[in-house]
């Protein structure tokens, strides 16, 4: 099961970050969002439109498929990219690391851009001018660590200090978020929740068993997960029909919970908002993709991708080069 390779790949982690640490260590919820990720209908959907994208010279996003969460899966996508061709720890040196730090762009006060006074006419090197500004603001937030966000306002000047304070306040009420679950906002936190990394794996080894029954059986998935210890104690232990009967019901309401669970952890992760369990608008995985995916991760060359040396000095390749021009066409590729 591809369960059974992660010890492999977190004992390669441990080895470059021995030699290696930079920036923040991941925690368990961020070996989970990568893992989960995978596993996200909507997230492969998304990867496909832009693979096909890519050869074609086209945006060819199904919009009529996708709505109303297109742009949360495609901000997702954007800022974690491809996760089933890289380890972990490629995947976080590289990529996702960037996307939960807390820098500050590194000019941290706001900029005047431009400065327009009543009843005065710009002339065209003040349009230059301030056209020059905002490539320079762009500029110092692509290259500071972490992609910090930045808002770019126009706004008019009212005829006192509180009135155009309040007007600001007003706008900021209303269109930016600042941390909520339900609206990510392209830097990514882990939210606080009471969930166990135990429920979690449980949960992903449920949802793994599953997709290689041709018709679903709950108990049969309860029985070889062996993850429902005490339904199962119950189980083995119940004696008489009906206490049979019962044990029987409760795994498989437990199992179909465990499967819903793994499901919603996946497509919230693919909307940039985990470890949560709320339930997401419906978008199921096509049953031969999803086996394809799974067996990809299953049989790809382990070794290969858990060779300790090779992946340290990819790494440090990472980090080296990070500065030059082309690493945000290197990020975007990979």
């Known amino acids: 099961m591809v369960i059974d390779t992660f010890p492999d790949y977190e004992e390669c982690f441990d080895y470059v970050w021995e030699r290696f640490p930079v920036g923040e260590k991941p925690t368990w919820h961020h070996w989970w ?16 439109h832009y693979q096909y994208s890519v050869k074609t010279n086209e945006n060819h996003f199904d919009y009529v498929r996708f ?8 901000q997702t996508f954007w800022a974690f990219g491809n996760v089933w061709d890289y380890d972990f720890t490629r995947w976080w040196y590289l990529r996702a690391r960037f996307q939960f730090l807390n ?5 941290p006060d706001i900029t005047t851009i431009l400065d327009l006074p009543e009843n005065k006419l710009l002339h065209d090197d003040e349009v230059e001018s301030a056209a020059n500004s905002v490539k320079d603001i762009y500029k110092q937030a692509i290259e500071a660590d972490g ?6 306002l126009g706004i008019p000047i009212k005829k006192s200090k509180s009135a155009t304070l309040k007007l600001v306040e007003k706008y900021l009420k209303e269109n930016v978020s600042f941390g909520k679950a339900d609206a990510p906002s392209g830097k990514y936190q882990i939210y606080q929740s009471k969930i166990r990394e135990e429920v979690i794996k449980d949960c992903y080894k449920v949802f793994e068993i599953k997709a290689y029954q041709e018709k679903i ?13 005490g339904a199962m104690a119950d189980y083995k232990s119940s004696k008489g029909d009906l206490n049979k009967m019962q044990s029987v019901e409760s795994m498989r309401s437990g199992t179909s919970r465990q499967l819903a669970m793994a499901y919603n952890l996946a497509e919230n992760a693919a909307r940039g908002v985990f470890p949560i369990t709320n339930k997401c608008k419906e ?5 031969d ?12 060359e382990v ?3 858990t060779d300790k040396e090779d992946t340290y000095k990819a790494c440090v390749f990472f980090e080296n080069n990070k500065a030059e021009k082309e690493w945000h066409i290197i990020q975007r590729q990979y």
């Open 33 to 48: 969002l990568y893992r989960f990720l995978q596993i996200s209908p909507s997230y492969w959907e998304m990867a496909k």
């Open 67 to 74: 709505p109303p969460q297109l742009t949360k899966v495609m």
């Open 103 to 107: 820098e500050e762009v590194l000019s």
């Open 147 to 152: 992609y910090p966000r930045l808002l770019v």
């Open 217 to 229: 059986d709950l108990i049969k998935i309860a029985v070889e997960a062996n993850v429902l210890r």
């Open 283 to 287: 978008f199921d995985w096509d049953i």
């Open 289 to 300: 993709e999803l086996k394809s995916i799974l067996n990809r991760l299953k049989y790809q």
């Open 303 to 305: 070794s290969r991708n």
